[in-house]
């Protein structure tokens, strides 16, 4: 069984620029999160999908982070623009069922912002 | 608000001892913990998951312990190798997961 795929694993931007990252959940997987995890910290939840439809996008910073999920599978996150703070691993995860599944994490997509 | 600690932050311990890792959180209305691992640079890879109901899983060398009513899990892992060392990371699942900062393990050989 495949895993979670992300994309790129690795980006280095300019302040103010944009930014985007893909993932893929584990085929047949609902829900689908996104996890900002800064250096030497647990992950932070940005946004929860449940199929096509946003569940908690509480801790996500609309003014420059926005999230889709087409079609309720792949999921696109997208920094505009980039600020220095934003430097982090973006973290995808997915399971099988709202709240009470096991989670599953892709690799990672480590963002530089200078 | 859920928050979850882990203690201690770093531990280092010679290759064969048996260790217990904390973690703590405040609110026991939860669906499961999950105990992850992650290796520098890599994701965190899922080693044991725990639902509400229950008290403890096993997978080979590790038990994970949860008492709701205390607000607290543990990770025992049995005699510890080099190729332990890595971070390990709790979730606290109330229908979104909550992470603690994680143990940062060294076993040396």
């Known amino acids: 069984e495949a895993g979670v795929a992300q994309s790129p694993r690795y980006k280095i931007i300019e302040k103010r620029q944009s930014v985007a990252f893909w993932c893929n959940p584990i085929s047949g997987h609902a829900t689908l999160y996104w996890y900002q995890q800064i250096l030497g910290q647990g992950p932070k939840l940005l946004i929860q999908f449940q199929n096509n439809g946003v569940v908690d996008d509480s801790q996500l910073p609309k003014d420059r982070f926005s999230a889709e999920r087409l079609k309720g599978v792949d999921s696109t996150l997208k920094i505009q623009p980039a600020k220095l703070e934003d430097s982090a691993v973006y973290l995808c995860?997915?399971?099988?069922?709202?709240?009470?599944?096991?989670?599953?994490f892709g690799e990672g997509s480590r963002l530089t912002v200078l | 608000k859920q928050e979850v600690t882990q203690i201690p932050a770093a531990l280092s311990v010679p290759e064969g001892e048996n260790l217990v890792l904390n973690c703590s959180f405040t609110?026991?209305?939860?669906?499961?913990l999950q105990w992850f691992r992650q290796d520098p640079g890599k994701g965190l890879t899922s080693l044991l998951l725990?639902?509400?109901?229950?008290r403890e899983q096993t997978s080979g060398r590790l038990n994970a312990s949860l008492d709701k009513s205390s607000g607290r899990s543990t990770l025992y892992i049995a005699a510890s190798q080099p190729g332990d060392s890595a971070t390990y990371l709790c979730?606290?699942?109330?229908?979104?997961?909550?992470f603690g900062d994680g143990t940062t393990l060294t076993v040396k050989p």
């Open positions: 995860a997915s399971s099988l069922d709202l709240g009470t599944g096991e989670l599953f």
């Open positions: 979730a606290v699942n109330a229908g979104k997961s909550t």
């Open positions: 725990i639902q509400s109901s229950q």
């Open positions: 609110d026991s209305a939860i669906y499961n």
